[in-house]
């Protein structure tokens, strides 16, 4: 409950932020005329309903396994970045369709210092509440907070971009500047959504462990097994996947035909402590088969995929 506390208190951080931009941004666009803060405020209004999306999915997915969900709740924030990405597609088209609009019918700026003025608190606040979010995701492994934080880091650059080209238009002249720079924060932004919901998708379609994980997973596997080298012969089919940010590690071990059932059973629990330790919010399952020399340890029978050792 503690870390689900922790997780929703920052998606409450970013909620409260988020209302207040696009008050502030609203005002500065409706004073100025400035199409590229407009686009802003729409950005910042996707941004909102992200977090709200971030602060359920966190609620739900910190729920404990039960009859209808025995693995959990994890891939909730994984879908929630997924809807999140697809938000900031539909952002960006609101942006292009207001630029282009703009560009056919040009209007000048008006109060292009106080627009400026929101933009740079726009990116000073985003800019902290970003690396707060980044800070607890990376701790609590969470996608939707994850997510969540790469909405508020591109909206620092893109606030930034826009206070420059309205900067550019103030002393320059040129007005077609701020339909150029709305059209371009909309590029950016679709950039974010696109690495979003390709990272969300690969673990709802089971997507294996980083390869440094798996290195790890190997690592301690050969330990225990040069441990208890007179009893267990080898290890193989070893898979692995993540939901949410819980890790799933599965794999067989090939143990001496003699052992007792509480032998082999504290050989199993070994394996699970020391992934578990080495490996946070994890869970093991391991298979055990017998030796016989003259056939295939491996279970040639069974078919749920390659042997890999």
Not at 121 to 138: E, G, Q, W
Not at 208 to 215: C, F, M, N, V, Y
């Amino acid at each position: 409950m503690q870390i689900s506390n922790r997780k929703t208190k920052v998606a409450l951080l970013s909620i409260c932020s988020n209302t207040v931009l696009i008050i502030l941004k609203v005002m500065a666009g409706i004073l100025s005329g400035s199409v590229s803060i407009i686009s802003e405020a729409i950005h910042s209004s996707m941004d909102l309903v992200a977090s709200l999306i971030a602060f359920m999915a966190v609620q739900k997915s910190s729920k404990p396994a039960d009859r209808d969900h025995p693995y959990g709740h994890g891939k909730i924030e994984n879908i929630s970045g997924i809807v999140e990405g697809l938000l900031i597609f539909i952002a960006a088209g609101m942006i292009v369709f207001e630029a282009v609009k703009k560009i056919l019918e040009p209007a000048e700026i008006e109060q292009a210092w106080i627009a400026i003025a929101v933009m740079a608190t726009a990116a000073v606040i985003n800019y902290f509440v970003s690396r707060t979010l980044y800070k607890v995701a990376k701790e609590e492994d969470s996608m939707a907070l994850e997510a969540d934080a790469l909405h508020l880091k591109t909206d620092v650059y893109t606030s930034l971009g826009v206070g420059v080209g309205i900067l550019l238009i103030k002393l320059t002249g040129f007005v077609v500047l701020d339909s150029i720079v709305a059209i371009l924060v909309a590029l950016l932004i679709v950039k974010e959504a696109w690495a979003l919901c390709y990272n969300a998708l690969e673990y709802l379609i089971d997507i294996r462990l980083s390869d440094e994980e798996e290195q790890e997973i190997r690592a301690v596997i050969e330990k225990i097994k040069n441990d208890y080298a007179s009893q267990l012969m080898d290890y193989h089919k070893l898979k692995t996947r993540k939901s949410g940010n819980i890790r799933h590690i599965d794999f067989h071990i090939t143990v001496d035909p003699t052992l007792s059932v509480k032998d082999a059973h504290e050989i199993v629990g070994c394996f699970k402590k020391e992934l578990c330790e080495r490996l946070k919010n994890t869970r093991v399952s391991v298979h055990i088969d017998p030796y016989t020399p003259l056939g295939d340890n491996r279970e040639a029978d069974d078919s749920d995929g390659d042997d890999n050792y």
